[in-house]
Structures are given as structure tokens and as C-alpha cells.
């Protein structure tokens, strides 16, 4: 049987219990929270003032954080990429309207509250140009993405579990950073958003686990050939008007890695984690060629971190056409 057709197969196993996972992972959307929960109330007669109070606050953000916060914006209002990417996968069938599709619907549900959310708000803050912020956003939806996953779905919930813990960082980084400037109501937005996107990383781990105990040298060689070609992120392709595809996402990166929101270092600590949540060290049955996966990936933690120990972050700020200096301090 080709290696295809097993995964195939595992998938199908374990779509028997995607409705536990449902049940589990995600919450019904009468219970779950709104982005207008969290914003001036537009049918309010107080709307005017929680607006002005909001912009006074949004004052007291630097530079890098406004950077920080529209690249996260941008990277989540991409999510039509992400669905139909997940869609194509191995054993997701939209037609059939199978087990995994279900989950994947619901799952983009969740997550399009994350963009509505922070995108009214920086509308509403006046920090930011909003109109280069829609047309970067329409730019990345329209390039797409490429993962290095192909259609395969170990390598997809491989991807998808460090995604989900890498987003969470950040936008916890940015929750505490928030407070610390004063906005609480940002704050708690982007705590929000962070508790979402760990307990969508917890699903998607779980996924791995699973097949971990149904093929596991398979899965071994698809989270080796993971961590070996790199975790790209979903903004990757990010640019702004005007511009080709280039230093953009780098630049973004930069910024997000001067003020600690995410790092080098968080990339390799995920990366750990990830180890240790899955008990690489302890999964038997292994084939000789996913022994050595095993090998590479218990070593790969350790000679990261000494590689971005070494790395330089530029100490300028790139000026982005989404956020002019003027308007922040």
C-alpha cells in the first residue's frame, strides 16, 4: 500500500472521533465570545466617548508595537488562504462534507473573530493607515502561501500545532505589553485571541498524537522533515503596496523580535515543546530510518539555540507605509 493511502486510512480512524474533538477544542458559537464584546458599542450614546477614550490611549504605543500589531492583524485577516489550503489536504473532503471538514469549518469560524477584532480596533485607534494595511492583506490573499506541506496531513498538523503555539506567544507578548502601556481593553483582546489559538495548538497536537500511536515512524519522518525545512510563517509572503514580495515579512520580524513579542528563541522553545508534548524520546516500534528522524530532532533544539544566540537584529526600525511615525510617539 502506498504511503498515500495509509495516511488516508489513518485519517479515516481517526475521524471517528472528530466530533469529540469539536466538542473539546472548539466552542459553540452561541457561548463563545464576539468581537464587539470587547469594542465601543456603535448602538451606544456613548459610543463617541469609549472612541475617543480608546484613541487616547492608543496614543501611548511606540512604533514597533503598532508594526507588531498590524503585521499580527494582516496575518490573521489571510485566513481564506488557510482554509482552502487545509481543505486540499489528504482525507479533508468539503464535497462529501466529511468528519474533517467539519472541524476544519469550524475551526475557521473561531479564528476569523481573531481579524474582526483586532482590525476594528486599529480602525478605531487612528494610529495606523488603513487603507495600506487592506491593501497588504488583500496582497497576501491573493499570493497565497506555500507551507511545504503539500497535501499531506502529517506534515499539515505538524505545521498547524507550531503555528497555533507561535501565534498564541505573540499575542499574549502583546496582551502584556498592551497592559503595561496602559491600554487594558487591548490587552484583554489579545488575551483573547492568545487563549483561542492554545487551545486550537492543544487540538492539533492531539492530532499528532493520535497518528503518533497508529504510525509512528511515518509521523517521525514527517515531523523531522517539519523541523529540517523550517516552520515558515503564514505572512511570509508579506508585502505592501506597490512592492514585490521581498524583505517585507523579515522586516515585520524584526520589529516583533525588538521588543520580545516573538524570537529566535521562542521559535526553538516551541520547537521543544513540541518534543516533549509528543514524548519523542519514549515512542517505540520505530523503523531504522525513523530512529535517525528521532535522533536529528532530540539534537535540533540544542544546535538552534546556539544558532539564534548569534543572530542580529538591526536596531533601526523599517518605516512601513502602515504606520506613519507621525502619529505614533
Sequence with gaps: MSIK?????????????????????LIPVEKIWQPTDFLPNSQSDTFFDEVKELREIAKELP????VTLVGDTITEEALPTYESWLMDVDGIDNVERNGWSKWIRQWTGEENRHGDLLNKYLYLSGRVNMREVEI?????????FDIGTGRDPYKNFVYTSFQELATYVSHNRVAQMAKKYGDNKLSKMCKM???DEMRHHHAYSEFVNRIFQVDPSEMMLAF???MKAKIVMPAHFLRESGEKISTAFEQFSDSAQRIGVYTAADYVDIMQKLIDKWEIDKISGLTDEAEKARDYLMKLP?????ISERLVIPKESHIFKWVEPALVR
Excluded at 63 to 66: A, C, E, Q, S
Excluded at 302 to 306: D, E, I, L, N, Q
Aim: a negative charge; aromatic letters at 16%; charged letters at 20%.
Design 224 to 226: 523531522q522533515y517539519m
Design 136 to 144: 497588504t492583506t488583500q496582497h497576501l490573499i491573493n499570493d497565497g
Design 5 to 25: 493511502n495509509i495516511r488516508l486510512e489513518v485519517m479515516q480512524f481517526l475521524e471517528k472521533n472528530v466530533d469529540s474533538f469539536v466538542d473539546q477544542y
Design 63 to 66: 512604533y514597533d508595537f503598532w
Design 302 to 306: 540544542g544546535r538552534m539555540a546556539k
Design 193 to 195: 485571541i492568545a487563549g
